[in-house]
């Protein structure tokens, strides 16, 4: 039985993927535990983006994705780009030339 095993390394913050390749049937716990990624009881679990329980059978060519928890909460996130953008300000220039434009 063959299928992937897709997280976040946490030192990189980049994206991996771990072919996992076993003959008997697997769980997802036993899943990430053989791609070498610490399991606890509150890591959360997902095949294709769709939550499971860590005694979640897998299937040939599914893909189990490991949920890194969040840094930062959202709304705080959005919070901090909007006051970001806030401090940018435009200067309101009319669009293809206004009247003051056609003036001259």
Do not use: W, Y
Not at 35 to 42: E, F, I, M, Y
Not at 71 to 90: C, E, G, M, V
């Amino acid at each position: 039985m063959r299928f992937t095993v897709a997280l976040i390394d946490p030192s990189s913050l980049r994206a991996r993927q771990i072919l996992i390749d076993t003959d008997a049937p697997c769980t997802a716990e036993k899943a990430a535990r053989l791609a070498g990624v610490p399991v606890k009881p509150d890591t959360e679990l997902a095949v294709c983006n769709v939550p499971v329980e860590h005694d979640h059978l897998m299937s040939e060519g599914e893909r189990l994705d490991i949920l890194s928890s969040l840094l930062i909460d959202p709304k705080k996130a959005r919070a901090l780009r909007a006051q970001n953008t806030r401090t940018s300000k435009r200067a309101n220039v009319a669009r293809h030339g206004g009247k003051h434009q056609l003036a001259k």
